[in-house]
Nanobody, 124 residues
Framework: EVQLVESGGGLVQPGGSLRLSCAAS????????MAWVRQVPGKGPEWVSG????????FYAEAVKGRFTISRDNAKNTLYLQMNNLEPEDTAVYYC?????????????????WGQGTQVTVSS
């Protein structure tokens, strides 16, 4: 059974930083490109970032480019999202997601496998 478990969310002031983690199990993590997607209640999901299975290619939405960094540790079956200079507009539930057809450079919002999400709130 595929499992994706996010952690690391919380409440942070504008300008602050958070590091999200996504622990993967039940599939060969190193064989899948991975994505981070966020969603605000009442709005549709928004693709945030993607990464190739090797980690060699990383891709970002314009809204987060230069502030967020996606990375992965295939030996630990873990995906990360380092978020710096956070803004109130970054407030959302953040999900890691994937499926066998996903390419990390494509800003998709529909996936077969999702985590349960972790809440990020940016507020003073």
């Amino acid at each position: 059974e595929v499992q994706l478990v996010e952690s690391g969310g919380g409440l942070v002031q504008p300008g602050g930083s958070l590091r999200l983690s996504c622990a993967a199990s039940g599939f060969t993590f190193g064989s899948y490109d991975m994505a981070w997607v966020r969603q605000v209640p009442g709005k549709g999901p928004e693709w945030v970032s993607g990464i190739y299975r090797s980690g060699a290619g990383t891709f970002y939405a314009e809204a987060v480019k230069g502030r967020f960094t996606i990375s992965r540790d295939n030996a630990k079956n873990t995906l990360y999202l380092q978020m710096n200079n956070l803004e109130p507009e970054d407030t959302a539930v953040y999900y890691c997601a994937t499926d066998e057809y996903y390419r990390g450079d494509y800003p998709r919002t529909s996936y077969e496998y999702w985590g349960q999400g972790t809440q990020v709130t940016v507020s003073s």
